[in-house]
């Protein structure tokens, strides 16, 4: 089996030069950091008004599960619209009006409104992430693809870091109300950006023919197409695992690092920041051979965490987990990008998504029955071992094999004219979607 190419040696300056995505990466960066401001302020916010932990943690759980569950459907309703700048501004001002009810509300209503009106905040938030990830291919093209990705990966990366340290210095300055504040100004400006900008219209020639058929091409691909299905199976597995440490690393900072449960903060940034330089310091082509080797890697490193005995041993050690994790992480988006069918991309990563946000909260209410932070690393271990098993099984080198073939065969007609597109739909026997036909 032969892995992709590794990333050319020119091809990020190449994405400079692409036209339309220098601002849309940065427009979607702005996004990502300050919607992960709201798990640090909203919830303090709530806390400061309310004094409820239960209604602090059920405001948060409000502002993901719901985007969770209406992701299938948001992103085949991307797939099939016209104009996917309306849906993602839409999107970012129902977020703007969410945030404002929580701040009139925490505190001066009945409890139960706040997670009500959290809602708001997180149910359309797939027209949003799908939108992002499924344009991806199209702004980039398919020849620079794999360099895109890895700046998508360092992008959700940063914005786990800087998002939430933003929100707890403001905080901590200004207080959470305030902060939120901030969050809705800088959400209002994404929204302008986004309106502004034609590069978040970029999509394939083709588009699923009603909502119904790219909610079920979108999951019949997720299930039957070899790569796909290996690459979800294992990042839910990953997903579950890192779920656990929502509770574990704030025991494992009191039990092994004798630091108090706050400095769980400093190591999640460590596995963001590791991932980042993973990334980019194993320059290799995705594959899932490699990501089964970085899942394996990471795994055996946590190993090395019930060693430390100090804050800044524990961080050390999560990081080089971290820099272990980052071919994993970068190589499922650009699997992923390359594997979904073009014309259901948006259902098929927005699904991706829903998943992988289930497996995080399944892990973290699992993690918090398990009483020892030992336990958990161990749990952590085993099931990265069995995601990096699912990538390098028989069967998953296979089918890599004929999706590398399958690549080399259509990506000329891609860089010539854009008709993989046409290509993927003959296969499944589906005819082209006439242009002015209505969605």
């Not at 050319?8 to 300050?34: D, E, K, M, N, Q």
């Not at 693809?145 to 992008?155: G, H, K, N, V, W």
């Not at 800087?162 to 403001?170: D, E, N, R």
């Not at 901030?182 to 699923?208: D, K, S, W």
């Amino acid at each position: 089996m032969d892995p992709m190419p590794a990333i050319a040696p020119g091809a990020y300056r190449g994405l400079l030069r692409r036209p339309g995505y220098p601002s849309f990466v940065l427009t979607v960066s702005l996004s990502r950091v300050a919607g992960s401001m709201f798990n640090t302020a909203g919830v303090l916010l709530v806390l400061q008004r309310t004094h409820s932990g239960a209604l602090a943690g059920l405001t948060a759980a409000a502002t993901v599960i719901p985007g969770v569950l209406s992701g299938p459907l948001l992103g085949a309703w991307i797939d099939v619209a016209r104009r996917r700048r309306t849906l993602i501004v839409t999107d970012q001002l129902l977020s703007v009006v969410a945030l404002a009810a929580i701040l009139l509300l925490a505190g001066h209503a009945p409890g139960w409104t706040v997670p009500a009106v959290a809602t708001l905040y997180s149910v359309t938030r797939p027209l949003s992430s799908g939108s992002f990830t499924s344009g991806l291919a199209e702004l980039a093209g398919m020849e620079l693809l794999d360099a895109a990705s890895a700046i998508e990966a360092t992008s959700l990366n940063l914005a786990v870091v800087i998002g939430p340290v933003l929100a707890a210095i403001l905080s901590g300055v200004v207080g959470p109300g305030p902060t939120v504040e901030v969050q809705m100004g800088l959400t209002l400006a994404v929204a302008a950006l986004i309106a502004g900008n034609a590069a978040f219209e970029a999509r394939p020639p083709q588009r699923a023919e009603s909502l119904r058929g790219a909610v079920r091409a979108g999951v019949l691909a997720l299930t039957r197409q070899p790569v796909l299905r290996t690459i979800t199976l294992s990042s839910v597995l990953a997903a579950f695992g890192w779920g656990l440490m929502f509770v574990g690393f704030p025991r494992y900072a009191v039990a092994y690092l004798h630091a108090p449960a706050h400095a769980s903060g400093y190591l999640w940034a460590a596995v963001a920041g590791g991932s980042i330089v993973g990334t980019f310091a194993f320059r290799g082509g995705a594959s899932l051979a490699r990501s089964g080797a970085s899942y394996l890697a990471l795994g055996l490193s946590a190993l090395l965490w019930l060693l430390a005995g100090s804050l800044a041993a524990g961080v050390a050690l999560i990081t080089v987990t971290g820099v272990l994790e980052g071919p994993a992480y970068s190589g499922s988006v650009t699997l992923r990008q390359r594997s979904a069918p073009p014309e259901v991309r948006g259902q098929v990563l927005t699904t991706f998504t829903s998943l992988t946000g289930l497996a995080i909260s399944a892990g973290a209410a699992v993690g918090g029955l398990v009483a020892s932070s030992r336990s958990l690393v161990l749990i952590l271990v085993v099931i990265n071992i069995l995601a990096a098993a699912l990538c390098i099984s028989r069967r998953s080198a296979a089918a890599e094999g004929g999706l590398h073939r399958t690549d080399r065969g259509t990506q000329n007609v891609h860089l010539m004219d854009r008709g993989t597109q046409d290509v993927h739909l003959m296969d499944r026997g589906t005819r082209p979607l006439n242009p002015d036909e209505p969605a």
